[in-house]
């Protein structure tokens, strides 16, 4: 009877795995394409103008940029900056002629209430827009308020970003944390 019951019980298990694979694999490419699409609506945001992103390899030297896509008017850099609690991926929309055109965080751990705000705060965001070249927190950016470590992060992925297309070098005083 024991038996019995272990086969029924392994059975059960068995048919509950393969309903959970077959249904995984019927849904993985709808959630691909939607990705897909999301990824696609965000970098039209970012980069104003233009519809086809070509990802482009960077053979640059800046550890903070792990991603590149060539649109018709500039390119969208996704940059991944050490924050307080740790790392910042975001991407940031820099014109032909390096000027900021969109920033979006995509990615972080910060604390909820503080640094994690710059996921959402307009106001915080915006200031990066038309600038290009170095941006700095307390020279035209203002930090989030009790988050200036994660509002230095966000500028100084910026600041990559904006070098990546101008070539500037980039001040390694805005990369210190800074406490």
């Not at 068995?14 to 970098?43: D, K, T, Y």
């Not at 014109?95 to 972080?108: C, E, I, Y």
Request: proline fraction near 2%; glycine fraction near 14%.
């Amino acid at each position: 009877m024991k038996a019995k019951e272990l086969l029924v019980s392994a059975g059960s298990l068995l048919l509950a795995g393969l309903i959970l694979v077959v249904a995984g694999n019927a849904v993985a490419p709808a959630a691909a394409a939607s990705a897909a699409a999301e990824q696609q609506e965000m970098m039209e945001t970012l980069l104003p103008g233009s519809t086809v992103f070509t990802p482009e390899e960077d053979t640059g030297t800046d550890a903070n940029i792990t991603a590149v896509w060539k649109g018709e008017g500039g390119w969208i850099i996704e940059t991944t900056v050490d924050g307080y609690a740790g790392p910042i991926r975001q991407w940031t929309g820099v014109d032909s002629n390096g000027h900021v055109t969109g920033l979006v965080v995509r990615d972080m751990e910060e604390t909820f209430g503080l640094g994690r705000n710059a996921l959402t705060d307009i106001d915080f965001l915006v200031q990066f827009v038309g600038t290009s070249g170095e941006a700095e927190v307390g020279g035209g950016v203002d930090a989030i308020t009790g988050a200036t470590v994660t509002s230095r992060a966000v500028a100084r992925g910026v600041s990559s970003a904006c070098a990546y297309v101008t070539g500037a070098d980039v001040s390694t005083s805005a990369t210190e944390w800074g406490g």
